[in-house]
């Protein structure tokens, strides 16, 4: 069944070439997967209220950050080992300490479930907690594969990957709501069932092709090795990444603790709806333009011709369907999602410039991993992470609708992303902005 499912999604993706081959291929399937939750969200907003939608965002809020740190971001360095060999031992070192971080986050759940919820105003949340260290296991076990796979030029295994997660999600959120009494546990099983699918048959794909390969690499000292030479990925880039997933998060927590799950829903669509296709698009970009820079700094140590080219695209590609939102999005949500989320619509319309300079910085970020200013990415992301806590403690404490709160939020972190912009480009240069380059010795 898996690979009939496989064949049929490889037939519809292009096929393997050059750069702009290779990111048709992660975007066609990053788009495909994205179209089967658009095809389902407006039956989900029918069969689930704002308010399972708030608990479901809680959960992913809880995930998402902890999953994108799971392996200590050592999943990034499987694409600079200069051997195969190399790269296989740092794809071990990925799987042993996600094994450690899973066991350390049941052993927080059995300790602090009950707490946690209490903290986030939820109790309900807090038997689905239990579901929370697998989601975060899946996340970072998907992550190290993707790399590794992206690294071997892999591009429609992920592609595929990434569909059929969507389908898993899809059918099962559907499935679980279309019964009598439909709970938002629903949605979370859906979402955890999804990843599960998703990850196996990537997995699956990288043990049949490279898997006698990766184990006969794989040794102890090799492992040591390796965790030594990318230090620094745990050491800086784990916790950028974590003040990313944090200030991304943010919204969230303060629209739960000062709104209620209900406005939390809301918020939670209407981010989901024109955050979720960029953001799978500009990871495909993303993963390919950092294949393709590293290659550039290796070969001239200059990438700056081929990432402003990049910028000019980003620009453009959501200029239509960003600027229909902005002029018409309380109208096209209650078409699409029903009547009951035109509130959704509202805050969609705020938030999308927002979106549109995220779509265009994000894949350019990898200009930090690829000339190992890893420094910069997390002064970056801490200062993102201030400037989101601030604006939505200092805009909730005077009492301001929310509407108003996310018009701050929303042109504030604007003109952050525009500053990270220009660091990114300069940096891409060989010319960093506020320091001089240190030189590491090969």
Known sequence: MNGLLSSSIKAILPRKGNFTANVMTLAGGSTLSHLILIAASPIL???????????????ISLTN????????????????????GDAANILGLCL?????????????????????????????ISIWLWLAPLTILLTGLFNSLNYWSTRKKKFQSVAVSKVSASMGI???QISAGAIHSPVPGGLIAGQVLGQAVGTGILARQVWKADGRAICAALSTTGIIDQARRHHKFPLLFMWSTLANNLARQVPVWFIALSFGTQDTGFFSLAYRTIFLPI?????????????RATELKNLTGDSYSFAKRLTLSLILIPAIPFIALMLWGPELFALVFGGNWVTAGRYAAILCPLAWASFVVGPLTMINAVYEYQE?????QLGLLSIASIVFYATIQYQMPLEQILYYYS???????LVNLFILLRISQGEPLFYRRRRTKA
């Open 96 to 124: 042993l300490i996600l094994a450690l971080m899973c066991g350390l986050f049941y052993s927080m759940v059995a300790l602090f479930g009950r707490t946690i919820a209490h903290l986030l105003k939820s109790p309900e």
């Open 279 to 291: 953001t799978l698009i500009a990871q495909a970009v993303s993963q390919v333009f950092y294949q």
């Open 376 to 380: 910069m990415h997390l002064f970056w």
């Open 45 to 59: 907003t029918r069969l689930y209220s704002p308010a399972d939608f708030g608990l479901w965002a809680l959960f």
């Open 170 to 172: 899809a059918g099962t």
């Open 65 to 84: 950050i902890m999953g994108g740190i799971a392996a200590w971001r050592y999943e990034f360095a499987i694409m600079l080992a200069q051997e195969d």
């Open 411 to 417: 042109s504030i972190v604007v003109l952050w992303y």
